[in-house]
């Protein structure tokens, strides 16, 4: 073993040193693969991709989490959209108010590696507060209307099984299965290498929403680093994050200050998620 | 030509595809580069490191520049150090109040290669309100005291030449150049990849300033993506910065929302760059 790179739209490439491979499989769905590193803790790659590593995976799963769930009044009942690897869940549980969360991933596979590979990611999901469903999120979201206080899209690129994740369609579903006051959150990619994919997202959720708010973090090995999440509610909005809470949970990458600061966006990045506001 | 992978540390590696080389040379002080990108414009390497592409450039030249100087109360006299490739002084000259920038670089090789082949970037140091200087900018500064109302640390990483410009001499050597109402500016590298650089410099920086703060913004070619800048003065702080000001600047990355948001830290980088508080 040595360098692995993941090679993004034949543009940019992120590099990780690797020390050795611990698992690869073809599932029904993709092949997986875990990576020991030199510098990155153990890697997880689907199709090739980078799903994330242990050095850098608290921001991503803090920002898809923490943020939609400050800002809910009382969080009790959770979705997670796809995010089989348990690190969504692992901070969902956090949050004192959760009675439920359910993790709805396609490939059951990617789920049972990381437990056995990576737990300090996956090793929260034998809590009783959790509830494993391994079908097509698409589905499992139309059979639940008015269930969840809060749905956490975690999904992979908009290509392959997760290509629906990003269409009107699915945020209508998600709507609808949302009780009174819920918040939903979804990553949406790198402004400077998939532009068009944010401007797609929050365009339809846009046409679902009407509270449809874009923040950035930076997750160093996901092509471009930086990276755009979408909130969005019918009645919530940046303003409502409980400021109280965040500063209580155990968290290296979300605070008081990253729950305001997250929704100052740079200019560009602005423009890409407003972009739908002309459409709409 | 295919590929130009960045080697951080035998750790991590940045990727990006080239499609030719316009020029190369050894100068006195470092192998200097520019290709021709598939989607990052022309990229500007020293020592087989990424010093800029067009596509990203911008979000350090604005958080570089634009930050301390709309925390100053009134920018006249504008020192760069380093930044040979123009980009800073670009951004300096946006700002109506500044009669005079001097970039004091010491290859002039950079500066004459990126007027040539970067206009982009370098197409601005013809402007009557430019000074260039070639030299070693620890000496530059050691002979203007009381000179400057601005320094902005424009600097390549903590090796070779640039090693000194970390350090708490050359930070004592600044704070002498500045007039009264001063701010500086340094890039201080990434909080996954160089935390001891960010603490080493923070700390240096708080033992000859007692105002001194930390932000960040995503700087895709750069490794790790996020990037910490320190701002540090004798009596300006981030509170300090006039929005009006940012708002009227043209620029893609720097905006009111920014000039707060930067400043809100990830828990993690917080810890980085007020490690040195314990020390003080």
């Not at 073809?26 to 590193?37: K, P």
């Amino acid at each position: 073993m040595a360098w692995f790179y993941e090679h993004y739209r034949d543009t940019s490439a992120v590099g990780i040193h690797t020390t050795g491979k611990l698992h690869e499989e073809r599932s029904a769905f993709q092949a997986i693969e875990v990576l020991e590193t030199k510098g990155h803790g153990r890697l997880l790659t689907l199709d090739g991709m980078v799903m994330l590593t242990e050095l850098d995976e608290f921001v991503y799963h803090d920002l898809l989490t923490h943020v939609p769930l400050c800002a809910h009044a009382d969080p009790k009942q959770v979705l997670v959209v796809g995010g089989g690897d348990g690190g969504t869940v692992r901070e969902v549980l956090k949050h004192a108010s959760v009675e439920r969360v359910v993790q709805c991933e396609i490939d059951e596979r990617v789920t049972r590696v990381c437990q056995e590979y990576i737990p300090s990611v996956a090793g929260f999901l034998d809590d009783p507060r959790v509830e494993l469903v391994f079908e097509d999120a698409v589905a499992y979201v139309k059979r639940h209307p008015n269930t969840f206080d809060a749905i956490l899209v975690d999904s992979t690129e908009p290509i392959g099984p997760a290509a629906a994740l990003f269409g009107e369609p699915f945020f209508r579903d998600l709507d609808a299965a949302l009780r009174p006051g819920g918040v939903i959150s979804s990553q949406s990619e790198s402004p400077f290498y998939a532009p068009e994919v944010i401007q797609g997202l929050f365009g339809a959720v846009r046409r679902v929403f009407p509270e449809v708010h874009g923040y950035y973090g930076v997750i160093p090995t996901y092509p471009g680093g930086g990276w755009v999440f979408c909130m969005a509610s019918h009645s919530r909005s940046p303003g409502d994050l409980d400021l109280d809470r965040a500063a209580a949970l155990s968290t290296r990458y979300f605070s008081p200050a990253v729950a305001q600061g997250a929704f100052m966006l740079p200019s560009f990045v602005r423009e890409l998620v407003t972009a739908g506001d002309a459409q709409a």
